[in-house]
């Protein structure tokens, strides 16, 4: 899959609109945002989501979407994949290193690497399962956070990524669970090709899977989109109940 640098489209973005309705929590030694569903709407079988974001982390836009994943009955957790260091939702590529900054964050010594990353998801994992008594995870992973969707199985039973950045051929192939992956038309990270290669991957896996392609829309589309626009606004709503849909058979 995509392995190719970030570049503008990865900081385009809306800022939406809305209350988050969950709570910040402390998840070992990171940030998170628990939202919790209504008693009367939450999953019977304690499953749960471990919500992966993109760049910007634990943004109003991820928030909102998290809240979302509760109202549709499933206790979800973002967890700060940056590590308090998630760029600004009106950041500006223009100039921007971005290999120095995944290598060692705004400050040198805050990377956010493979192994960085592993380790905040891992304390996600350890949060939903001990704390909060998940017996069933799925993921969600928006760009940056799709990538460890993949290198968190086999903890994670159920996936889904929108606009996947990253992920590698052998990180995708160990990904033995039921994937969904929500594409843009227009997406030079993840590009025909690499969906096409994907496809012929996630063939191969003995697994259920998805691939939804959205016209009319660019990287970034299912958090960040401008919802003035038509086109957009379907696109973020529909990879939403893609996911939904998703997690309601195979999870």
């Known amino acids: 899959m995509a392995s190719l640098p970030p570049g503008e489209c990865c900081a385009r973005a809306?800022?939406?609109?809305?209350?988050?309705?969950?709570?910040?929590?402390?998840?070992?030694?990171?940030?998170?945002?628990?939202?919790?569903?209504?008693?009367?709407?939450?999953?019977?079988?304690?499953?749960?989501?471990?919500?992966?974001?993109?760049?910007?982390?634990?943004?109003?836009?991820?928030?909102?979407?998290a809240d979302q994943?509760?109202?549709?009955?499933?206790?979800?957790?973002?967890?700060?994949?940056?590590?308090g260091d998630a760029l600004p939702i009106d950041f500006n590529p223009e100039g921007f290193d971005f290999p120095k900054f995944l290598a060692g964050g705004s400050s040198g010594n805050n990377p956010h690497t493979p192994e960085a990353v592993d380790?905040?998801?891992?304390?996600?994992?350890?949060?939903?399962?001990?704390?909060?008594?998940?017996?069933?995870?799925?993921?969600?992973?928006?760009?940056?956070g799709a990538k460890y969707v993949a290198r968190a199985f086999p903890?994670?039973?159920?996936?889904?990524?929108?606009?996947?950045?990253?992920?590698?051929?052998?990180?995708?192939?160990?990904?033995k669970a039921p994937l969904s992956i929500a594409a843009a038309e227009d997406d030079f990270i993840f590009p025909t090709e690499l969906r096409h290669k994907s496809e012929e991957i996630l063939k191969t896996t003995g697994q259920p899977w998805q691939m939804s392609v959205y016209?009319?829309?660019?990287?970034?589309?299912?958090?960040?989109?401008?919802?003035?626009?038509?086109?957009?606004?379907?696109?973020?709503?529909?990879?939403?109940?893609?996911?939904?849909?998703w997690f309601n058979a195979w999870l």
């Open 14 to 65: 809306v800022l939406h609109e809305g209350t988050p309705a969950g709570q910040p929590v402390k998840v070992g030694a990171y940030e998170g945002y628990l939202a919790v569903p209504e008693a009367s709407k939450a999953r019977s079988d304690n499953a749960a989501i471990l919500y992966l974001p993109d760049i910007f982390s634990l943004s109003q836009n991820a928030k909102l979407i």
């Open 69 to 83: 994943y509760a109202a549709a009955g499933y206790l979800t957790l973002i967890v700060d994949v940056m590590n």
């Open 119 to 144: 380790a905040v998801v891992q304390a996600g994992i350890k949060y939903l399962t001990e704390e909060k008594g998940a017996k069933k995870l799925g993921s969600v992973g928006y760009c940056f």
């Open 155 to 175: 903890a994670i039973h159920c996936g889904y990524m929108a606009h996947p950045s990253w992920v590698s051929e052998e990180e995708l192939k160990a990904f």
């Open 215 to 245: 016209s009319g829309v660019q990287h970034g589309f299912a958090t960040r989109a401008d919802l003035s626009v038509k086109a957009a606004k379907w696109a973020k709503e529909q990879a939403f109940f893609q996911a939904v849909a």
